[in-house]
């Protein structure tokens, strides 16, 4: 019997293949592809040595074969939906993107038995629950480390390491076209928009920059952490998202006068209430952290994201988040997984949403808020805008303020406040006579609350 | 039939042990299997969930039965032997540690068809090798997380998530004893006796520091990540060992001096010759990093480890890297992988050495070096000096001089050079009649050659 188990529903592992090689089939060959291809050919032989079998690319379906010189034409189809469906195909590895029509390859391969790598997260943000379910009926694997930080051993780590520990929070740097922003704003002083152009010229921003400046990547990558983080189903909707295009040289300069830095973050959080309900979190903005913090200091292509477990404590993994060859690293290490499995006939972790908790809508969420507004200089400022704070039970931390010749600013730190109390306190204080401008409202992050 | 396999010698995997709880013995109930217990106890419904059956702790052997007020008395044994070997056990759990007689009782555990996981870094510094292969003649799992680098999911990903890649350098801190005084003598300026007094009075070394400060434990786990990296068996006797003790305030004052801090490090790399032959070299010394380097910032328990890869670039792990509840976590989520395979039949990762690359011998191994001479004050001096280094091919990179009285201390840091050669570039150059005395010789690393 081949490797393709048709019609299970048992949920058993797929059978071992015994001695023929791990047939695979690739769907995409952009920057992603043309690496993988080339590390399956350049390191065949110690492919095989690690899996126990050799590994045979059978086919790679593109948009436009006549675009692949890079690689051997015979392998070429523009029929993905007939690659995923022949019968000498044991695993699928997708590198396309996007959700349609890729989900339905995808779910056609599981329900056929065929283990899949994707590097997909819009796809997993959205369907990780049918993915897995078609896979667990038939005994196929599905691993998708490259989705999450490119080359960095993250989901793994999440799924399996930390499997006897209980996660509380996760909270990273997953973009980096946001983060390459974001730094030049802060060292140069200059605007966001000019500063995307720059970054488009420069190939660190697409063409249409919407999906990492808005946040819509980010949240893709927080619905997963948090998904395998507190086994829970979390998608896209469940995740607040703002992204970078608010985010003003004044914020900037704001920042940087208390010693802090504003970059795009990822936060997942299981929070327990008071009756020991726990619920999560899940939210993509920007925020202040101080520049001692070690987010701080990650710049350009590289990502970091920190997980703090009950009993691990505090863990962080950083490294190249984005690029061909490290993207195709992580999809090759979870190739060499699900072949492995093939081999002696087992399987890989199953989806895990046992937990079923909660999604907090954000305006329950808790942070710390920076606050900076541009007042009338005269007396008693500080006492009215304090008493509209004290009113909606949002405790200040630290008061700064400058005058200059009729106007001052006022820069006002918060103590850990819910987010519904500090938009309401921030549209009172806006309101109020001698508050001439709202100049800057951020989360501060990386502290003490 | 049960979940253990006997006799097996097919290395296919146990089988799955349908629905009946997972049956677990602890080997040790120190500070670690305290805090194991107390996991297993308390998380008992999530690890239940995440497994697909319960684990259930059979048995704690102990060498004495009265000190152990915290566990269950009922479950407590002092016959290590007997319990490993009791038919309704399905996974040994060992936190003793030491060679003998752990080794016996894991061997007899994974014979059986037992699956083992430890976090006994001596045991498999020098007898990995066995135990891979008694577990692959029945089947069993044999995990390690633990073992190196505490909570910090590090085996892992070498194991597992770089499997596609190949790792051409992993360099960390993996002794926290040691970072804890070495990091002591930078802030305080004091000699390595006293700090290290004060460091067993903090509880930060042992009564017996020697595993730690002479490099043992450090060059354990060395080996272990070697072996991994590399697909080759190293042991102990492979690594190249240097401890702290040799390390004077004088060192650490001139360290400073350039901006740099000394650490720990535990170095495997691959080095490929000029005809294409790779071979490993693995060692553990002390050696001074630059302080912006982020392995310089990494103080008291934490570990941090870099790993480089040929796709992945560089990447870094950071953590806990000691403690009761760091290394339980990680015990327990080998504990959940070894759990899960057993539930659904398959097993993890083998042993992997097909590579078996050569060891070099470490006068082969190339690193930069600081030498700090006393010598007299006189012209001429750093020409003879210098005409030695050019001798035996050791080329210098910078050199500082600076005049006291009638003394003048020369600092040196050499461009990269075979250990041998600066070796016998120091032995010449303290026999110079206007050298006064070699006062510090130490590799630099993090820095480009």
Request: with cysteine; net charge negative; glycine share 10%.
């Amino acid at each position: 019997m081949t490797g393709s188990v048709t019609g299970s529903t048992t949920g058993a592992a797929a059978e071992p293949i015994g001695g023929r090689p791990i047939r695979v089939a690739l769907l995409g060959c952009g920057t992603v592809g043309t690496q993988i291809v080339r590390l399956l050919t350049e390191q065949a032989d110690e492919l095989a040595a690690r899996i126990g079998t050799p590994v045979e690319l059978v086919g790679i379906a593109v948009r436009r074969a006549d675009r692949h010189r890079e690689v051997p034409a015979e392998l070429l189809t523009t029929d993905a939906a007939a690659l995923v469906a022949r019968d000498d195909v044991d695993v699928v590895v997708e590198v396309v993107g996007g959700i349609e029509p890729t989900r339905e390859w995808l779910l056609t391969a599981l329900r056929a038995g065929k283990s899949v790598v994707t590097a997909n997260k819009a796809l997993l943000a959205e369907h990780a629950g049918d993915l897995f379910t078609a896979a667990d009926a038939s005994g196929a694997d599905l691993y998708f480390e490259a989705a999450v930080a490119g080359a960095i051993p993250l989901l793994r780590p999440l799924r399996e390491s930390l499997a006897g520990d209980r996660i509380t929070r996760v909270m990273g740097i997953v973009n980096g076209t946001t983060n390459f922003i974001l730094s030049a704003m802060d060292e140069t002083g200059a605007g966001y928009a000019e500063t995307l152009d720059e970054a488009a010229r420069l190939g660190y921003a697409e063409a249409d920059p919407t999906a990492d400046v808005d946040g819509y990547d980010a949240a893709a990558k927080a619905a997963i952490l948090a998904s395998l983080s507190f086994h829970t189903r979390v998608t896209m909707g469940d995740v607040h998202r703002e992204g970078i295009s608010a985010v003003t040289p004044a914020d900037v300069a704001a920042a940087r006068g208390l010693g802090r830095t504003i970059k795009l973050l990822a936060i997942c959080e299981r929070v327990e209430a008071a009756d020991g309900t726990a619920s999560v979190a899940v939210r993509v903005h920007p925020a202040m952290i101080p520049r001692s913090h070690p987010l701080a200091g990650v710049g350009g292509a590289f990502n970091a994201v920190f997980v703090e477990a009950e009993a691990a404590g505090q863990l962080m993994f950083y490294g190249q988040g984005a690029g061909g060859a490290p993207t195709a690293s992580a999809v090759l290490g979870d190739l060499v997984a699900v072949a492995r499995n093939r081999v002696v006939g087992g399987r890989g972790p199953r989806e895990s949403a046992y937990a079923d908790l909660a999604v907090r809508p954000i305006a329950q969420a808790s942070t710390r808020y920076h606050i900076s507004l541009d007042v009338a200089d005269r007396a008693g400022v500080l006492a009215a805008v304090a008493a509209v704070f004290a009113e909606h039970e949002v405790s200040i931390s630290a008061v700064r303020q400058e005058g200059r010749t009729s106007d001052a600013s006022l820069v006002i730190v918060t103590h850990s406040a819910e987010d519904a109390a500090l938009r309401s306190t921030v549209d009172k204080i806006a309101g109020l006579p001698f508050v001439n401008r709202v100049v800057s409202v951020m989360r501060v992050e990386g502290e003490d609350q």
